[in-house]
């Protein structure tokens, strides 16, 4: 049973675009909800996070859209650059508990 | 340097054959836990520990132990590993609980012939 569903599987976006990936959970215990990004060969690193009594958190090129009664929440990553290209898991979390989304693998071209 | 350390980073076993793959923190952080990655399923979590001595199941335990003696360590032991244990390892640690950041080690990765 996946607590977590994110979509899509992979993303390939032209640099300076946007890209848009997309998760939604069941467990209303879910506290925080954070996004990670995954390069080859290495372990997961938080990339930005956000809890449930706000709707929006922008760091950078970096926006997680939050809404709590669809129990959705999006990633944007503006002006996409090849150096994005990597692989992104949303997360919901208790507080004993992080469950991962299946994962975006996201390929920026030139 | 803050880091999680995951001992060893590859490791190829026999059916059977006890195993043992060692994690270590340096940041004084309570909550340490153990996932493995497999393609198409993300990470699920194998076990944690909120605390020494307290260490609890998480998603997918069987065929796993784990101890916490220290604060700064916490291995996972294969008692009897299978083939289908076969995967991508990795030991994260967080300040107190799970709702706040996560470091993640650089990833354990196992065969099981």
């Known amino acids: 049973q996946q607590q977590v569903k994110q979509s899509p599987q992979s993303l390939i976006v032209q640099k300076g675009g946007i890209s848009i990936i997309n998760c939604a959970y069941e467990?209303?215990?879910?506290?925080?909800f954070p996004w990670y990004q995954q390069f080859p060969g290495k372990g997961p690193a938080l990339l930005i996070a956000?809890?449930?009594?706000?709707s929006e958190k922008k760091e950078g090129r970096f926006t997680i859209s939050f809404n709590k009664s669809a129990k959705q929440f999006s990633l944007h990553i503006m002006d996409s650059q090849p150096g994005d290209s990597a692989t992104y898991f949303c997360?919901?979390?208790?507080?004993?508990?992080?469950?991962f989304g299946t994962g975006t693998r996201l390929q920026v071209t030139l | 340097e803050a880091q999680v350390t995951q001992n060893p980073r590859y490791l190829i076993t026999v059916t059977g054959k006890k195993l043992t793959v060692t994690c270590s923190q340096n940041?004084?952080?309570?909550?340490m836990s153990w996932y493995r990655q497999d393609p198409g399923l993300g990470l699920r979590q194998i076990y944690y520990?909120?605390?020494?001595?307290?260490?609890d199941k998480g998603d997918v335990p069987e065929g796993y132990k784990v101890s916490r003696k220290e604060k700064r360590n916490f291995p996972l032991i294969l008692e009897s590993p299978s083939p289908n244990q076969t995967s991508l390892y990795f030991c994260?640690?967080?300040?107190?609980?799970?709702?706040?950041?996560?470091?993640f080690g650089q990833g354990t990765r196992l065969t099981v012939v």
């Open positions: 997360a919901a979390s208790t507080a004993s508990k992080l469950t």
């Open positions: 940041m004084n952080h309570e909550y």
């Open positions: 956000i809890r449930p009594d706000v």
């Open positions: 994260a640690s967080s300040l107190r609980a799970l709702n706040t950041e996560a470091f």
């Open positions: 520990s909120m605390n020494v001595e307290v260490t």
């Open positions: 467990n209303t215990a879910f506290d925080y």
